[in-house]
């Protein structure tokens, strides 16, 4: 039989460092996880990827700020921006454009960068599709 021992350094926590700005620890649907500072949203956010919408069974349930999630508002949800920042969601192949306020967390589906509300999406003409390239940019943060 071997016995090896380890010294107390090798169960020691892993040198931190500083994390950038927007990253979230890997519990996303918490709040206080989130690093960005709201003065910083409105100078910096700028992102163009793929957006789809939830709504259906997440209807009436509670949302990230502890209030009831509406398909029928104009809202979204967000791993990193601050709840209540208010963006503008852009459909980059027909143009359409709204502005949403982010209540929630997510999206947790791989690669996408905003899941919007049925409403929302609905207005961008994408609710058929399920998803759409989109640009968001941050407007104000609150």
């Known amino acids: 039989m071997i016995v090896a021992t380890l010294g107390a350094s090798a169960f020691a926590p892993a040198a931190t460092h500083s994390a950038p700005k927007y990253s979230i620890a890997k519990s996303i649907p918490h709040?206080?996880?989130?690093?960005t500072t709201a003065?910083?949203?409105?100078?910096?956010?700028?992102?163009?990827?793929t957006a789809s919408w939830y709504g259906g069974s997440f209807h009436g349930r509670l949302d990230a700020r502890g209030e009831r999630f509406d398909e029928n508002a104009m809202t979204a949800a967000h791993r990193t921006l601050p709840l209540n920042s208010l963006v503008e969601?852009?459909?980059?192949?027909?143009?359409?454009?709204?502005?949403?306020?982010?209540?929630?967390?997510?999206?947790?589906a791989h690669r996408r960068v905003i899941d919007?509300?049925?409403?929302?999406?609905?207005?961008?003409?994408?609710?058929?599709?399920?998803?759409?390239?989109v640009n968001v940019r941050a407007i104000a943060a609150q």
């Open 31 to 35: 709040a206080e996880n989130v690093e």
């Open 39 to 49: 003065s910083q949203v409105s100078a910096r956010y700028d992102v163009n990827g």
């Open 89 to 108: 969601v852009t459909n980059l192949e027909n143009g359409r454009h709204v502005q949403v306020r982010i209540t929630d967390r997510g999206p947790y």
């Open 116 to 133: 919007l509300s049925r409403a929302a999406a609905d207005a961008l003409g994408y609710v058929d599709d399920g998803v759409a390239r």
